[in-house]
């Protein structure tokens, strides 16, 4: 089961790094909303002929029904909500900036666990962790931000992404203690997008769209999507939310790689340093670095 855990997250590092360049390619031509319903319910449907294959039709359908509750609040705080703040965000920022922001998930993982995990407090470097993830997050939003204030604002809306991917992973973690992960999976994408689809109808498209942002958006759906909730899944099992969410160590940069070899997008003092202090809080607050002096002593008990 170690020996998996680099294996499953820098899977799903490379699979949602790819997924910021496939929602910039993709609002050239689609609303948030058209995108994010049509990538969960693709998303869904593939997942339940992933179901059907392993328990076959009937018995798929019946766990997705069951699974309802369980399905919609899961597709809302982890799908249909950061889904469309991050595409909404994207327009008005690069994807690189987007994966930055998004990478403060594990500070508000380590924030929300004081509330809903009362054995869980944050304290020494811990909070100072906090404290420098959210300075950074800071930074990244404020420090001449390219685009003016809607830059800000696409910032921002995927910090609260960020909030809302947190409080999912917690969320997640207990689900899937009762309701397999497949089954979850696909009943999140599938009621997360049905709770999208009015308002992806009113705001359609009046053009044919380009192949590219068809093509991401079936990149996004299949790869981005389908089989990372699958490995997500697998990795709330195994290893929790507070490990999984280490994640976002590497998603910046398989995200400012894409984005700059394929989209060309320019990298900034200011993204940088964002970066630099968002992943040290990240590492400080979520407790994945310990001091040596500390690791020596534990070491020896």
């Not at 359908?61 to 249909?80: P, S, V």
């Not at 703040?85 to 594990?106: F, M, R, T, Y």
């Not at 999208?196 to 999507?225: E, M, N, R």
Request: charged residues 10%; hydrophobic residues 55%.
């Amino acid at each position: 089961m170690t020996r998996s855990y680099p294996v499953l997250i820098g899977t799903l590092a490379a699979i949602w790094g790819a997924s910021y360049l496939f929602i910039k390619v993709g609002d050239r031509d689609f609303e948030p909303t058209v995108l994010i319903s049509a990538r969960m319910l693709i998303a869904g449907l593939l997942l339940i002929g992933f179901l059907a294959w392993q328990d076959g039709v009937r018995r798929a359908l019946g766990q997705i029904a069951g699974a309802w509750r369980e399905g919609l609040t899961f597709g809302l705080i982890n799908g249909a909500i950061p889904f469309t703040l991050i595409a909404w965000g994207e327009k008005h920022i690069d994807s690189g900036v987007a994966a930055i922001a998004n990478a403060s998930v594990p500070i508000f993982v380590t924030l929300l666990a004081i509330r809903f995990n009362p054995g869980e407090r944050s304290s020494g470097l811990r909070l100072v962790g906090i404290v420098v993830g959210l300075v950074g997050v800071g930074v990244l939003t404020g420090a001449n931000p390219d685009g003016g204030g809607w830059a800000v604002l696409g910032t921002l809306a995927v910090v609260l992404a960020s909030l809302s991917y947190a409080a999912g992973g917690l969320y997640g973690q207990r689900v899937v203690s009762r309701v397999p992960g497949p089954v979850i999976a696909t009943s999140s994408m599938l009621y997360g997008g049905l709770v999208l689809l009015p308002f992806a109808l009113v705001q359609l498209p009046d053009h044919a769209p380009g192949w590219k942002p068809v093509g991401s958006l079936l990149g996004l759906a299949v790869a981005g999507t389908a089989i990372a909730q699958l490995i997500l899944f697998r990795c709330l099992r195994l290893f929790g939310a507070a490990r999984l969410s280490l994640v976002t160590y590497l998603l910046p940069v398989t995200a400012l790689i894409y984005g700059a070899l394929i989209l060309d997008e320019p990298l900034h003092a200011s993204m940088l340093g964002g970066l630099l202090l968002i992943l040290g809080g990240v590492a400080l607050g979520s407790g994945a670095w310990r001091p040596l002096k500390r690791t020596v002593a534990e070491s020896r008990t």
